[in-house]
T-cell receptor
Framework: NAGVTQTPKFQVLKTGQSMTLQCAQDMNHNSMYWYRQDPGMGLRLIYYSASEGTTDKGEVPNGYNVSRLNKREFSLRLESAAPSQTSVYFC???????????FGQGTRLTVV | GENVEQHPSTLSVQEGDSAVIKCTYSDSASNYFPWYKQELGKGPQLIIDIRSNVGEKKDQRIAVTLNKTAKHFSLHITETQPEDSAVYFCAASRGNRDDKIIFGKGTRLHILP
């Protein structure tokens, strides 16, 4: 089983460029999440989606947009990348919030 | 919103000794408390979880305790081994329709030979 698949694994952007991080899960989970991980800051929730067609802001949503394209896919978009968005981004999915969350391998994004 | 505090940020223990990591949470409606282990270059993986109707749960060398009154929960690892070296995260969630999972800042555990 693939589980949670994120693309790309690595990306370098120039300040002001845009890009979309893709995430897909094959476990038929209802909930999907985007987190960013920075040294000393742990995992901070950017956006989450409790079900297809719904999205909600997390702890650090500014500068990001998301789309829950269907039950499988949840994308994260940076419209105008800034150096402060340099981070490792993780997508995760779970069968509601009271169940194990499965994480992708992460996307290491550098904004120069 | 929910806030999860985790201590310590770094912990070094001798191989064979026990390690304890503590977390507190702010939202009294939280009722699911998972612990994740993250190895270098990988995404976090669930190692144990506890729900609010249970005070303690054990799985081999790992145990978690929950005190809902005090709003804190702890991870205990006994007889530590080199492969326990990793970053550990606690988290809290309400479940139901509000499905946010909020994580602590993590604890880097070093097992010393």
């Amino acid at each position: 089983n693939a589980g949670v698949t994120q693309t790309p694994k690595f990306q370098v952007l120039k300040t002001g460029q845009s890009m979309t991080l893709q995430c897909a899960q094959d476990m038929n989970h209802n909930s999907m999440y985007w987190y960013r991980q920075d040294p000393g800051m742990g995992l901070r929730l950017i956006y989450y989606s409790a079900s297809e067609g719904t999205t909600d802001k997390g702890e650090v949503p500014n500068g990001y947009n998301v789309s829950r394209l269907n039950k499988r896919e949840f994308s994260l978009r940076l419209e105008s990348a800034a150096p402060s968005q340099t981070s490792v981004y993780f997508c995760a999915s779970s069968d509601r919030g009271l169940a194990e969350a499965f994480f992708g391998q992460g996307t290491r994004l550098t904004v120069v | 919103g929910e806030n999860v505090e985790q201590h310590p940020s770094t912990l070094s223990v001798q191989e064979g000794d026990s390690a304890v990591i503590k977390c507190t949470y702010s939202d009294s409606a939280s009722n699911y408390f998972p612990w994740y282990k993250q190895e270098l270059g990988k995404g976090p993986q669930l190692i144990i979880d506890i729900r609010s109707n249970v005070g303690e749960k054990k799985d081999q060398r790992i145990a978690v305790t929950l005190n809902k009154t005090a709003k804190h929960f702890s991870l205990h690892i006994t007889e530590t081994q080199p492969e326990d070296s990793a970053v550990y995260f606690c988290a809290a969630s309400r479940g139901n329709r509000d499905d946010k999972i909020i994580f602590g800042k993590g604890t880097r555990l070093h097992i010393l030979p």
